[in-house]
């Protein structure tokens, strides 16, 4: 599996915009960049994914390099409730092979 | 949609006995996957089911540890003759896949501690 690498952890302030990097420089042609977050006590939840384009939700936006080999969650404006531990995860869109294969992600604190 | 449930939230067992753990996935979502976390990691992935067939397992699967999806519902994950290095939080995920890219919606986990 192609790999990703995020920083261990994280610390931003309320309120404020963040900016989560994660590179993928093995990334391959079918692979997808997928970003989960893990809350205290519970299971991961989905938050966006992307190819190639930038992508934009109601939770996150995704911004993608030109060449793919790395990208950025951005959280426009963090809440207490954001703190969590978030995943960037390159998923093989190849039919059957679609499991999701987590790191060690990167612990974000928000400060009050 | 109440969301994929997990049964027990925690389980407390002595070292050598069995345990089985229930995950109801969302209603209509063909696959189910399982996930172990241990403290500080991230899941690690285990076994996944489109519909009852098991399609995948991992190495980390021993011959202790069995899945079923008997009528491509719920899922049972056995673990025999228990280990402490089976202490962790078991997790499962259901997705219903239209593509590829279906997201993956996880319970909150049974988490196991054998003592």
């Known amino acids: 599996d192609a790999k990703t690498t995020q920083p261990n952890s994280m610390e931003s302030n309320e309120e404020e915009p963040v900016h989560l990097p994660c590179n993928h420089s093995?990334?391959?042609?079918?692979?997808?960049i997928h970003w989960y977050r893990q809350l205290p006590s519970q299971g991961p939840e989905y938050v966006i994914h992307?190819?190639?384009s930038n992508v934009n939700n109601r939770m996150a936006s995704l911004a993608i390099a030109e060449d793919r080999k790395s990208s950025t969650l951005i959280l426009h404006r963090a809440t207490l409730r954001d703190a969590a531990v978030y995943y960037c995860?390159?998923?093989?869109?190849?039919?059957?092979?679609?499991?999701?294969?987590f790191g060690t992600g990167t612990r974000l604190t928000i400060i009050p | 949609d109440t969301g994929v449930s997990q049964d027990p939230r925690h389980k407390i067992t002595k070292r050598g006995q069995n345990v089985t753990f229930r995950c109801d996935p969302i209603s209509e979502h063909n696959r189910l996957y399982w996930y172990r976390q241990t403290l500080g990691q991230g899941p690690e992935f285990l076994t996944y089911f489109q519909n009852e067939a098991q399609l995948e397992k991992s190495r980390l699967l021993s011959d202790r540890f069995s899945a079923e999806r008997p009528k491509g519902s719920f899922s049972t994950l056995e673990i025999q003759r228990t280990e402490q290095g089976d202490s962790a939080m078991y997790l499962c995920a259901s997705s219903l896949v239209w593509d590829s890219n279906s997201p993956l919606h996880f319970g909150n986990g049974t988490r196991l501690t054998v003592t």
């Open positions: 992307g190819l190639t």
């Open positions: 995860i390159l998923r093989d869109s190849n039919f059957g092979n679609e499991k999701l294969t």
């Open positions: 093995t990334i391959s042609g079918t692979d997808y």
